[in-house]
């Protein structure tokens, strides 16, 4: 089951910072928290990733909670290209089943002009 | 870098025949491979993690006898849905993770299979 909760779906006007929540409170101390997303009818798309620090890269930024069980994943301005399901997913970051990526339904995000 | 490739992207086969999907890391090593399933307006389900050179690990409730893995090199993995059923009809997506890497997966764009 997958041990995160995010909403179904949220809009977000172009050009506008689109800040996508994810509660993930049963976390553990050794769970990282991966945001990927997938564009209709293609494969997921590794957005970013965070144990507790916030992390920024070129896509996205990541705000993780100080109790670590809730974050947020920000793109600061969305394009009508990010239409797409987001999805937050907490795992272990080492090989091993704990290690496997289990989606959940995620959260569509409609960027609209 | 990073580029996993499946290959037919997309393919139509009558019921009762059987169909392969190779997925290919095309520029790294890769010990682990993943087999997604996708139904539509459906999230990603995983159905088995493969190992080079060893048995695939299927999920509950997913067939091994029906769904076979083979993991022959570490830049190759095939997908056979033996004896495919309508009901078989579904996105597939592999997925691939780097020897001593940072254990990323990476995915592939996917393969439409529909059974007639």
């Known amino acids: 089951d997958a041990k995160t909760t995010q909403p179904p779906s949220m809009d977000c006007a172009e050009g506008r910072a689109a800040n996508l929540p994810c509660n993930h409170s049963t976390i553990s101390g050794n769970e990282y928290v991966y945001w990927y997303r997938q564009i209709h009818s293609q494969g997921p798309q590794y957005i970013i990733h965070?144990?507790?620090n916030n992390e920024t890269n070129e896509m996205a930024s990541l705000i993780i909670t100080e109790d670590r069980k809730s974050s947020t994943l920000i793109l600061p301005h969305a394009t009508l290209r990010d239409t797409a399901v987001y999805y937050c997913?907490?795992?272990?970051?080492?090989?091993?089943?704990?290690?496997?990526?289990?989606f959940g339904k995620g959260t569509k995000l409609s960027v609209k002009p | 870098g990073a580029v996993v490739s499946q290959h037919p992207s997309r393919v139509i086969c009558k019921s009762g025949t059987s169909v392969k999907i190779e997925c290919r890391s095309l520029?790294?090593?890769?010990?682990?491979m993943f087999w997604y399933r996708q139904f539509p307006k459906q999230s990603l389900m995983l159905m088995a993690t493969?190992?080079?050179?060893?048995?695939?690990?299927?999920e509950q409730g997913v067939e091994k006898d029906k769904f076979l893995i083979n993991h022959a090199s570490l830049t190759l993995s095939t997908l056979t849905v033996t004896s495919a059923h309508p009901e078989d009809s579904s996105f597939y997506i592999c997925?691939?993770?780097?020897?001593?890497?940072?254990?990323?997966?990476?995915f592939g764009p996917g393969t439409r299979l529909t059974v007639t």
């Open positions: 493969s190992n080079e050179g060893s048995k695939a690990t299927y």
């Open positions: 997925s691939a993770r780097e020897i001593g890497g940072s254990y990323e997966q990476y």
């Open positions: 997913i907490v795992k272990w970051n080492y090989g091993g089943s704990q290690g496997n990526l289990i």
């Open positions: 965070g144990l507790k």
């Open positions: 520029d790294f090593q890769a010990t682990t």
